[in-house]
């Protein structure tokens, strides 16, 4: 029994896969987004999709996409720029050393909680629902 025990351990320790938090590189995201949305829409993101999210009549900021890039852009008009933002939330998450004795270690776990509990319900969703981007090409 002992060693059935000992068996169940060892599985348990070694054998089951580990489901860990992964933090997205959000750089990575930024630099290769429009290129991926350009890929499913047959180019109408660069060509007029992305105009569809800057400001015109009755425009309530923030949220103004002023070229269909993203790096380097400050959409959100908090005099920000967008990356930068991106790189502190990558922070936070990764729960870094420095991020937390600045922010507060509360506050870091509070922001990492939300984030991953998001994270998981959006995964669970698009498996439940088979989400798939396609069709694009309707867009002006």
Partial sequence: MKKL???LTLVCLVGLPVTAQTVPDF????????SKLDAVSTNAWSA???SFVVGGAGYVPPFNQTNPA????NYIEDNIKD?????LLQKVLENDACVR???GGSFVD????????NQALIQTRETYFGVQLNNWTQLP
């Fill in 5 to 7: 025990g000992i068996l």
């Fill in 27 to 34: 750089q990575l995201i930024a630099n290769t987004l429009q």
């Fill in 48 to 50: 007029s999709a992305y």
């Fill in 70 to 73: 993203f790096p380097g852009g």
């Fill in 83 to 87: 990356d930068d933002l991106l790189a």
């Fill in 101 to 103: 004795e600045l922010l």
């Fill in 110 to 117: 509070s922001v990492r909680t939300q984030f991953f509990a």
